[in-house]
């Protein structure tokens, strides 16, 4: 990246001025570069010589003259300037920039790749709801963070794995057996309750209604427990079933499916509960077992009251089962240990904020690297059509599911629009604006950036001109310039979001893209007749061809399609 190459230059130069007696001796600090916010001050630039001050003893302005006196020559640079208080910037040589044109051409599908990540692995695990209902909306902001962020890590050099958790053991899929045994009885007409704190949605009902209409009364002439022991794995794996094809409607598929369950049948559990056993972080008190921070020793009531990093935490209830708590400790170790990941990624929900401390907790306790567990944690999303609320389904007036937003507004729209914001922030999805056809709606003028270029070639072809030849040295236009540099941002974006762990500057930079795009459109003609344009339309095509790599391989990112017609 062009950005990296300029802070090695920087501070090669402060090294160059020092051993020249210009600067004094100090330890050369990480030099930031960033991009100003005035476009008038360059592409780059970097305050690193108002760090130095108190080191240099010097005037911040002073030590940026010096530097950049013993800056080495770069055929990237353009302009450098000193700008008070102490800023260098830097503006790129017209000339290289219109060279990255045949750059991009070259790299083609990999244009915007990073090796940030060395060939490490990283698992993410996203999605992970509970196999007791259909996906939420919510659940679709999960998908689309964990799916994004999969595909950055990818191009940002990271071996990674896509994971699907599925909580197929404990209460919730015992209360869920027990509802959908209570709906297949309703339907073959017998008076069966649901459970307390049961299921009561009108998917489980379709569900006992088809499980009925299936089966017949073969439940029915079970035991009671042996019925819903049997409708307890029919109804998980079609609710799995559901689960896999909403994800698949939004263009995502897990390379695995980690069933909680396994976790204590290949012995996992009990490796690690006797490990913290052994290590004594595991404390016996109300019957309980309780992991215990403080290694073994039960803290008195106002410590715990400290911090949720120094609370106690069930691992196993007094009535001898496992907690959520314990699978996790279990799933952790599996992850980092027995299948080997560098890091491991979890998306949740901002609900599961308090979880996060004793994750890292235990994982300190399992002698593991907290920092190789990373948590991202995810606001909720609000629904608005027109301005209103939405707060039921259409289908069913209950919850809103993935599946009817999806239907509604397409999954290109439904990733883009639930890309737009940070994960820690609020999120409202319009539904009326994510099918407008205007530039309004994000998505669709971005895409109908990559329209408009997949139209300018089938002109291209039918006057039988092509890019080939063509002198990316004419390319001296500012909206043609602009546009180039606005594609070079693209590698430095897939940087930000890999380190940042963060993918939503994706859909920003995509449409700061188009615009570019669009402004060149506008004011560069790239087909004409006219005599003498034949060699510059050429050039054109080239720089429309790079603008179209650059565009579909960010959206490919996002994992929106790029259409050729809108």
Known sequence: MVRDDIAAL?????????????LP??????????????????????????????????????????????????????????????????????????????????????????????????????????PTGPLTVGSGRNAVLGDTLA?????????????????????????????????????????????????????LAELGAQLAAEYGYRFMTMARGDAIAAL?????????????????????????????????????????????????????????????????????????????????????????????????????WDKLVQRGFDRAIYVWGADHQGHVPRMKAVTRALGLDPERVIFILYQLVTLKRGGELVRMGKRTGEIITLREVVEEIGADATRFMLLTRSADSQMELDLTLAVQASSENPVYYVQYGHARIASIFRNARERGLSPDGGDVRRLTHPAEQALIRQMLRLPETVALCAESLSPHPLTHYALELATAFHA?????????????HAELGRARLKLVQAAQI?????????????????
């Open 520 to 532: 060149f459109y506008k004011e560069c003609r790239v087909l004409s007749d006219e005599p003498g």
């Open 550 to 566: 650059t565009l579909a391989n960010t959206l490919r990112l996002i994992g929106v399609s790029a259409p050729d017609s809108m």
């Open 25 to 130: 001796s100090f330890d050369v600090p990480e030099v930031a570069i960033a991009r100003p916010k005035d476009e008038s001050h360059g592409d780059y630039a970097t305050p690193v010589c108002m760090g130095l001050a108190r080191a240099a003893r010097m005037a911040p302005v002073a030590i940026a003259e010096k530097v950049m006196a013993h800056l080495p020559p770069a055929p990237f640079l353009g302009r450098v300037e000193v700008a008070h208080p102490g800023f260098i910037n830097i503006t790129l040589a017209a000339d290289w920039v219109a060279r990255q044109v045949d750059e991009i051409l070259a790299q083609s599908d990999r244009f915007g790749h990073v090796n940030l990540g060395g060939g490490r692995s990283v698992q993410v695990e996203y999605i992970s709801a509970n």
């Open 10 to 22: 920087i501070a090669e130069a402060i090294r160059k001025a020092q051993k020249k007696g210009h």
């Open 232 to 332: 307890r794995q029919e109804g998980l794996r079609r609710m799995l079933a559901g689960i896999e094809a909403d994800a698949a409607a939004l263009g995502i598929h897990f390379d695995a499916w980690k069933s909680e369950q396994s976790l204590y049948d290949d012995g996992t559990y009990g490796k690690v509960f006797s490990c913290l056993s052994a290590e004594g972080w595991l404390v016996h008190r109300d019957g309980a077992i309780w992991f215990s921070p403080e290694r073994g020793q039960p803290s008195d009531d106002a410590k715990r009251q400290k911090s949720e990093h120094d609370k106690d935490n069930v691992v196993v209830r007094s009535d001898g089962r496992p907690t959520y708590f314990a699978s996790d400790i279990a799933y952790v």
């Open 151 to 203: 595909n950055v890590l990818q191009a940002a050099g990271w071996q990674v794995q896509r994971e699907y958790y599925v909580n197929d053991t404990g209460n919730q899929m015992d209360i869920f057996a027990a509802s959908l045994f209570a709906r297949y009885a309703q339907a073959l007409g017998h008076d069966e309750p649901l459970p307390e704190e049961g299921y009561p949605g009108a998917y």
